[in-house]
């Protein structure tokens, strides 16, 4: 044998050791089960409305009926900032508001890129600004939403932006050349308020949580199970994640060890992922990545991954089932686990 293949030998041995390690680190055992797990949902008023529900009865029945008792609320820039330095804050008014009197916590997303499509919320008159106007404009937005509700008790975390450093969406060039504008988003919010810790969320699928990490004080996680894999338009696949609950345990620590930064998961999947909107896909479509069952085993598969603050994404979707569709299984089941925990 060859001095150069027994070279070669070796060397692919090592690695071969290596990414046996990788795998069992992140694939191999189970996580340490969660003493108290805290369950909350993300509402959106713009997908209540999208889904021809009334948003303020979906609000409502959330703290009223489901029994919640933690929100991240996504608001839009858009909707606030309609016409240039002319501030609506009266639906957000109306929502802390509600919140407040029934003793419900806020994680408060700020930003332009605040989640639900097209993820990136521009004003029309800010459409055509140059990049630098654009983030001027921008970060006075978040100076008078931290200003208005800094003292607001109701609320527990600002979120800073909606997965920032992951590239989805419909979003400015500039979004995403670097993290030195989320800098100094979260520098302005911290120094108008720090009394607070910021989260900032990223994919817990397609992401190491490291860029997220060291720009933080909370690293927040998506979890999603089954999507519709776009490769253009018209043209795609459903895609079911192979990652095991303890890969999401494993990348924690990580994160914990590194960074000294506590992980929670701030978008659990409970509704489904579809090529179209919900009103323009068939229920039969829809329930290939969401149905009572998925919805009950991506709730087993939380609680098996070993963190211990989950926010439900979809609820906007259980109500308009359960409203529009009269189908209130899932609407049903959630409401028996947020009343039980």
Known sequence: MSKFLKIFIFLLAIILIILAAIFCYFFVGKAPAAKNITWGVDFSQIQAKSLGLDWKENYSAIIDDLGVKNIKLHTQWDLVEEKMDNYYFDDVDWQLAQAKSKGVKIIYVVGMKSGRWPECHIPAWANSLQEQQQQDELLKYIKEVVLRYKDNDVIINWQVENEPLFKFGKCPAWYYKNDNFLKKEIDLVKSLDSSRQIIISDSGEQSSWFGAAKN????????????????????????????????????????????????????????????????DVPL????????????????????????????????????????????PQIWDEARQLFQSS
């Open 216 to 279: 933080t004080d909370i690293v927040g996680i998506t979890m999603y199970r089954e999507v519709w894999a776009h490769i253009a338009d018209g043209f795609g696949f459903y895609f079911k994640s192979f990652l095991s609950p303890v890969t999401y345990w494993r990348k924690a620590l990580l994160i914990e060890k590194i960074f000294g930064k506590k992980v929670i998961c701030i978008e659990l999947q409970a509704e489904p992922w579809t090529n179209k909107f919900f009103e």
């Open 284 to 327: 039969k479509e829809q329930s290939k990545t969401m149905n009572p069952e998925k919805f009950k085993q991506n709730i087993k598969y939380a609680k098996e991954t070993g963190l211990d603050k989950f926010y439900l994404w979809g609820v906007e979707w259980w109500y308009w089932m359960k409203e529009k569709q009269n189908q």
